[in-house]
């Protein structure tokens, strides 16, 4: 019956409950709220996927995010393919550099792959800001059409937000099925010891490097609405900072948990503008929430690992206190 | 009878979709500012508040409009996600009839977009990004771009009988508009462009570069730079002694490039638009009213919003009684010799480019003088 009842939950809020009450409130700022935070909940659940689930700390995802988001914007600006086309193939675009990111950092473990993504990210990031030519670097490319995908007109606010919420609704379905599945557990394994995993034959670089595909397609959908929803795009909306931002969605929200991953990005798009009347404290107040959610839920709000069980393993055995003795989190 | 009953009836069905000034007079007349109050660049952002609330309190306390006039500040951090959402915050409220600001273009771009599409006024203090007023006829700057200063500082050295000029400029998407519109108005004035030379962001070794500009004999040298970049490169322009005069963009006016490069900046000329030691009456004022009131000193940041908002101000007052989004644009769009702090500033109606008069200033004695 559980089976049954969360999708049909989910579908009722997404494309009922939600859309009535923003399209009765007539109000564009709501639309876009609800849109930045379906966009940011595809890239958190993409992340989940590498982080969360197969336990590979990334620091580069905004880095697939921005080559997502340049993709449509250079396909629709200069080329005049509409949203049907340019969603799609930055998804491809994005999970093409994926794969060959991943190919040689694969076989790096722990704390390597980490730093290795996050010189890549800032390499995406400096290649976009200098490639003047092609990018037009720190000018940036405007004028990206809005949403009209074969010919039909989504840019309307109901309209864009029913084409984002269709496409997390598919993020969140592809997402669910890859770590709900013997596939899913495999790369729990490769989470827990890939050392082991190996051991028992499980090919473990093949492995990463397709869930480093998916998850990086996805992060490329999420740029090109991104694009085309924003309609300019600049090298420093896909910096070093963007990448934490949705690792701190994964984290607060619960390392290889999906719900967690969806409820850390409302969280962290939406406290900021809900706390907007406390005026200037509300960034540090935002700070605050998340620290205390740390401190008080190491596994964050649905997790079922912990955040600093993951970077103890990251950083290698060295920081591993024995699990029996040494009580998770904080104490 | 019948006809006029009908145009009533035609009136009220029409006045929820016509703004409410048009159905009876407001109380009050929203302005919208978006800006970044946290974050990195909030320093910027209480700059443009200290200047906005200033410049507000000294129209409600004169009485123009019979009405009061206010503020709504939203913090964006300059952050895309956030400048776009308040954009349609501001959008929602219909009580807002024209938006100041972001801060950094990018920023302005995005919200302008929101702007564009909704028909709501746009006035940023600061964004110099060529594509910002390109958006639609509904952006505005009250900052002028290098494609203004280089040909008035091109002038400005034909004036003095300069022929021969070498540049150097930063290799950034500003320094690039420094040294194309220089090179193409004096190049139109007859003159002769001897060299160009690029250095990379955070680069403070000029020597090779001043040697090999030395070699090609300019009457004059014309850098593009920010001010500690300039002040390296004056210290190492007397270093080797080599006399051509100075030229700078107005980003180097800035009293701690006279402290950082000492004799060095003897006898640099530049320009600029606001010049917190002029004797001019109604700077003076705005600069001991801003000390007084914030305890600081204001400087070109806090003088661009500072005209920006009576910029926008006046344009309500002509506006008025009818204070709608629409005719507030067009107003703007007519501002001519308004008498800002940042000189007298005029929009062009089509390009919604602003034209201001330029200050032309010499470095004697480690002090910067006004020139005549």
């Known amino acids: 019956m559980r089976g049954v009842l969360a999708p049909l939950a989910v579908f009722a809020v997404l494309f009922g409950v939600l859309p009535a009450g923003l399209s009765a409130a007539g109000s564009g700022y709501l639309f876009r709220l609800a849109d930045v935070t379906l966009i940011f909940c595809i890239l958190s659940l993409s992340m989940q996927l590498i982080t969360g689930v197969a336990g590979l700390l990334t620091l580069g995802h905004a880095a697939f995010y921005g080559i997502g988001a340049y993709t449509a914007a250079i396909l629709s600006t200069r080329l005049g393919f509409d949203a049907g086309l340019t969603i799609p193939a930055s998804g491809l675009v994005s999970a093409l550099f994926g794969v060959l990111i991943a190919l040689p950092t694969m076989r790096l473990v722990s704390i390597y792959f980490a730093v290795a993504t996050l010189g890549l990210g800032e390499m995406i990031y400096v290649t976009l800001l200098n490639w003047v030519s092609f990018t037009r670097g720190p000018l940036g490319i405007g004028d990206i059409p809005p949403l009209r995908p074969f010919g039909f007109d989504l840019s309307s606010p109901l309209g864009t937000y029913l084409l984002i919420a269709a496409l997390a609704a598919l993020a969140l379905l592809v997402v669910h099925r890859v770590a709900h599945s013997y596939y899913g557990n495999t790369l729990r394994a490769l989470r827990e010891d890939d050392q082991c995993a190996d051991a028992m034959g499980l090919p473990v670089v093949r492995l990463k490097i397709e869930t480093f595909a998916i998850a990086t397609f996805l992060a490329g959908i999420a740029g090109a609405l991104w694009a085309h929803t924003t309609g300019y795009v600049n090298p420093a909306d896909f910096r070093f900072a963007e990448s934490i931002l949705i690792l701190a969605m994964v984290v607060v929200g619960g390392l290889g948990s999906i719900p967690g991953a969806i409820v850390g990005a409302a969280l962290l798009i939406l406290l900021p503008e809900a706390l907007r009347a406390i005026g200037r404290v509300r960034i540090l107040a935002v700070g605050l929430i998340m620290f205390l959610c740390i401190l008080f839920l190491p596994k964050g709000l649905f997790g079922e690992v912990t955040a600093l069980d993951l970077v103890r393993r990251q950083f290698g055995a060295a920081w591993r206190g024995s699990p029996t003795d040494r009580p998770l989190g904080w104490r | ?372």
């Open chain 2, 1 to 372: 009878m019948t006809t006029t009953r009908r145009g009533l009836l035609a009136t009220a069905a029409l006045a929820p979709l016509a703004a409410p000034v048009a159905t009876a007079q407001p109380r009050r007349i929203l302005i919208g500012y978006q800006l970044p109050l946290t974050g990195e660049f909030s320093q910027y952002g209480e700059r443009f508040r200290n200047s906005a609330l200033m410049a507000l309190d000294a129209f409600n306390r004169s009485g123009r409009l019979p009405v009061p006039v206010e503020i709504v500040f939203e913090d964006t951090r300059s952050d895309p996600r956030e400048a776009v959402a308040v954009a349609r915050k501001f959008v929602d409220n219909r009580e807002i009839v024209a938006v100041l600001g972001d801060f950094s273009s990018s920023a302005s771009i995005q919200a302008g977009r929101v702007y564009a599409e909704a028909g709501m006024p746009q006035l940023s203090q600061t964004a110099s990004h060529p594509d910002f007023v390109k958006i639609s006829p509904w952006q505005f700057r009250n900052i002028t771009t290098q494609a203004y200063e280089g040909p008035r500082v091109a002038e400005w050295m034909r004036e003095n009988g300069v022929r021969r000029v070498a540049v150097v400029a930063i290799q950034n998407d500003w320094g690039q508009s420094v040294v194309s519109n220089f090179a193409e108005a004096f190049r139109a004035g007859g003159g002769e462009m001897v060299a160009t030379q690029f250095f990379n962001p955070g680069n403070r070794e000029f020597r090779a570069i001043l040697t090999e500009i030395a070699r090609a004999r300019p009457d004059a040298i014309y850098i593009g730079m920010f001010y500690e970049d300039g002040a390296a490169f004056l210290q190492q322009r007397r270093q080797l002694n080599i006399r051509t005069p100075v030229y700078a963009t107005s980003s180097l006016y800035e009293p701690k490039l006279v402290e950082l490069a000492g004799a060095g900046a003897e006898g640099v000329f530049l320009s600029t638009t606001f010049m917190a030691t002029s004797p001019e009456p109604h700077v003076r004022a705005y600069v001991e009213e801003y000390r007084r009131r914030f305890g600081s000193e204001p400087n070109m940041f806090s003088a661009q919003a500072f005209d920006a908002v009576n910029i926008l101000l006046e344009a309500i007052v002509r506006a008025w009684p009818e204070v709608t989004r629409a005719r507030v644009r067009d107003e703007l769009a007519k501002t001519r010799d308004f008498p800002g702090v940042t000189g007298v500033t005029t929009f062009d109606p089509e390009t919604r480019e602003p034209a201001k008069t330029l200050a032309r200033m010499r470095i004697e004695n480690g002090q910067f003088v006004l020139l005549r």
